[in-house]
């Protein structure tokens, strides 16, 4: 017997939550609920249903099932500015099909109000910006002609210390072929970066050619494959030490165009410039 009630419990346990939603989901009239769904106990209805008489909900209840939720200022704001897009639309649109007088007037008009309120908005948002330097983006980089040089000059002094530094350990890979014209070009490039910040140059060569203006060149060992080049020339910078590579890019590139990526690949992460 103990078995048997302890299954029956089981039983009731399990069948609660089910009844309760199928109650819930029943079409009630507003504001009406009902007591339970063993009240109508003894009459054989399917899963329980009966004509209990029903009974007022609480005010509470009824707020909660009769009111909206409230809409939030951002979603109000939203449906604003839409509804205002497409009156402009509309203007737009109607003017454009039939140019009456008229109907270009009105969508001038509608258009200044527009202009109207893009330009108060502008004028916060300086304001806003010049009270909150936290928010001020030309702090890290600046717009003004000015304070441009100042950066540009202080980067120049970082790029070259970075030039002096990395030449201590590290060279630069220049893989090439005996026919590529723009392999040659490079030649007086890589002479400049040797004489001004030491850095060692290490040609490559994919089909065994020499270059003449730079070291020895040495044939390919099957490093250009672990790199998946394809292109000539291609310039990487490798650790002596760590063997770490750095792909600086390919083609025909500038003084500049080398400290700039040694720089940028070297000292800094994505986002800091």
């Known amino acids: 017997m103990r078995t048997v009630a302890r299954v ?16 819930e ?17 003894g009459q054989e209805k399917f899963n329980w249903y009966c004509e209990e008489e029903a009974r007022p909900l609480p005010q509470s209840k009824v707020a909660d099932k009769l009111i909206p939720s409230e809409k939030s200022r951002e979603e109000m ?5 839409e509804k205002i897009r497409k009156d402009l639309d509309a203007k737009r649109a109607l003017a454009v099909v039939h140019p009456t007088p008229d109907n270009i007037k009105a969508y001038m008009a509608a258009q200044k109000v527009e202009i109207d309120r893009a330009s108060f908005f ?11 330097a936290e928010l001020n983006y030309e702090l890290k980089n600046p717009m003004n002609n000015s304070a441009i040089k100042v950066a ?3 980067r120049k002094v ?11 350990e590290w060279g630069i890979f220049f893989f090439f072929r005996g026919d590529c014209s723009y392999c040659k070009h490079m030649v007086p490039t890589l002479q400049w970066i040797t004489r001004q910040y030491d850095m060692t140059i290490l040609p490559i060569s994919l089909d065994g ?14 490093l250009s494959a672990q790199l998946g080049v394809e292109a000539v020339p291609l310039f990487v910078l490798g650790n002596v030490k760590t063997h770490k590579m ?24 994505p986002g800091d410039l």
């Not at 270059?211 to 044939?219: A, H, M, N, Y």
């Not at 750095?246 to 992460?269: A, K, P, W």
């Open 152 to 154: 540009a000059r202080e």
């Open 25 to 41: 989901g029943r079409d009630y009239p507003p504001g009406m609920e009902y007591s339970s769904v063993w009240a109508c106990h």
């Open 246 to 269: 750095v792909i600086l890019g390919s083609g025909v590139l500038s003084l500049e165009d080398f400290v700039e990526r040694i720089y940028v690949l070297t000292q800094t992460t």
């Open 8 to 23: 029956l419990l089981v039983l009731m346990t399990a069948l609660l939550p089910t009844a309760s939603l199928a109650l």
């Open 77 to 81: 704001a939203v449906e604003e500015l």
């Open 158 to 168: 970082r790029e070259t210390q970075t030039m002096t530094d990395l030449a201590r």
């Open 209 to 222: 050619a020499t270059i003449e203006g730079l070291p020895p060149s040495v044939k390919d060992n099957g």
């Open 122 to 132: 502008a004028d916060v948002w300086r304001r806003v910006l010049w009270q909150n």
